[in-house]
Each structure stands twice: as C-alpha cells, then as structure tokens.
T-cell receptor, first 115, second 112 residues
Framework: AQSVTQLDSHVSVSEGTPVLLRCNYSSSYSPSLFWYVQHPNKGLQLLLKYTSAATLVKGINGFEAEFKKSETSFHLTKPSAHMSDAAEYFC?????????????FGTGTRLKVLA | EPEVTQTPSHQVTQMGQEVILRCVPI?????FYWYRQILGQKVEFLVSFYNNEISEKSEIFDDQFSVERPDGSNFTLKIRSTKLEDSAMYFC??????????FGPGTRLTVT
C-alpha cells in the first residue's frame, strides 16, 4: 500500500526567506511523486513531478524538490518566499506501475508568508 | 494550453436530490478520475474510468455514485440521493499517460 505523510500542517516564513515543506512517502514500487498547490477557493495546480528521471526536480515559480530514496522523502523547497506563495501545498504519490494509478494525497501544508 | 473544465462551479441542492457534476477532460486523454475534498480535509480518490468502464473505485464510491462518459467529450459524476456529508469540492482529472493527472477547477457541492 502507498501512503504519503506531510510532516507539518502549518508553516510560517518571512518574505524573502527559504521555504521547506516536508513530505515522506511509503511505496512498494518506484513511485511517481508530485507537489500541487491550491490557492484559496481555487483548483489544484501542479508545481512539479518526479517520475524516475532526475532526482532533483525543478518546478514552476522557483520551487524544487529532491527525491531521496534512502530517506523516502520528497521535500519541497524554494530559496526565497514571496507573498503570493501563501497557499495550501499537497504532496501526492501515485501508484503507477503497481496496478493502481490513483493519486494519494497528503493532508496538506498551509504556508503562511509574513511581510 | 488544454485544460480540464468543470460545470457548475457551485451547486446547491437539497438532501435526497440527485445531482450531476460535469467535466470536460482534455481532448486526447483516455483516463479519467473523480476526487473530492471535504472542507478542511485532504483530497480523496473516488473513482477512475478507462475504456468506458470503472477501473478502480474507493470505498466512498458506493451505490449512490455513478460515472458516465455519455459522449466523446463529457465525463459525469452522478449522486443519486445526496446526503449532508456529500457536501465537498469535487475535482475531475484526466490523464494521457497514467502518470500525470490534470485537474479541473472543481465543483463545490453544498447539500442543505
């Protein structure tokens, strides 16, 4: 069975400081991993994805994530937070290759950016 | 850029009524999904659909729910007799390659 754990439900950072949103996964197969962002009253926007290519993945808006198999982690980072980054972030694991292709979402991390 | 669209954006219905949520997936995609997000909770998988049949469903997707692809473009989720606990945001997604899913903006369903 696959699962994903987002270690922080809320993260607050000051504008211009680094962002770290933590995600650990569990999977019996080589997983596909994604980060999605949801702004208030909006849909889900893909930030970046890992599908067994390069372990360091660059996404939109300056975000990146590193797949670490030894740590079963896929943490999301950004060097410098912007006010517009304030949103809910979801780490997602997909079972592609294991017979199921549904997305399994983490519980989300709400990022607050302080001026 | 192609996108998934959903209608309506907000649906209010009374308990016991039937609702149909509509989605137009990206045109060359073959795999379709419904997810829901109850307010304040995480996004949950409901059902996946491929080749005109359900390929996987969650325990949430009971007999009150059904999906259909009535024509070459629409993908619908029907709830036969809505309950208060069906109030949620419902997201449709489509995929062309089983890896990356593209999500629509969602339909907020409010059951009163």
């Amino acid at each position: 069975a696959q699962s994903v754990t987002q270690l922080d439900s809320h993260v607050s950072v000051s504008e211009g400081t680094p962002v770290l949103l933590r995600c650990n996964y569990s999977s019996s197969y080589s997983p596909s991993l994604f980060w999605y962002v949801q702004h208030p009253n909006k849909g889900l926007q893909l930030l970046l994805k890992y599908t067994s290519a390069a372990t360091l993945v660059k996404g939109i808006n300056g975000f990146e994530a590193e797949f670490k198999k030894s740590e079963t982690s896929f943490h999301l980072t950004k060097p410098s937070a912007h006010m517009s980054d304030a949103a809910e972030y979801f780490c997602v694991v997909s079972g592609a290759g294991s017979g199921t292709y549904k997305y399994i979402f983490g519980t989300g991390t709400r990022l607050k950016v302080l001026a | 850029e192609p996108e998934v669209t959903q209608t309506p954006s907000h649906q209010v219905t009374q308990m016991g009524q039937e609702v149909i949520l509509r989605c137009v997936p990206i045109s060359n995609h073959l795999y379709f999904y419904w997810y829901r997000q109850i307010l304040g909770q995480k996004v949950e998988f409901l059902v996946s659909f491929y080749n005109n049949e359900i390929s996987e469903k969650s325990e949430i997707f009971d007999d009150q729910f059904s999906v259909e692809r009535p024509d070459g473009s629409n993908f619908t989720l029907k709830i036969r007799s809505t309950k208060l606990e069906d109030s949620a945001m419902y997201f449709c997604a489509s995929s062309g390659d089983l890896y990356e899913q593209y999500f629509g903006p969602g339909t907020r369903l409010t059951v009163t």
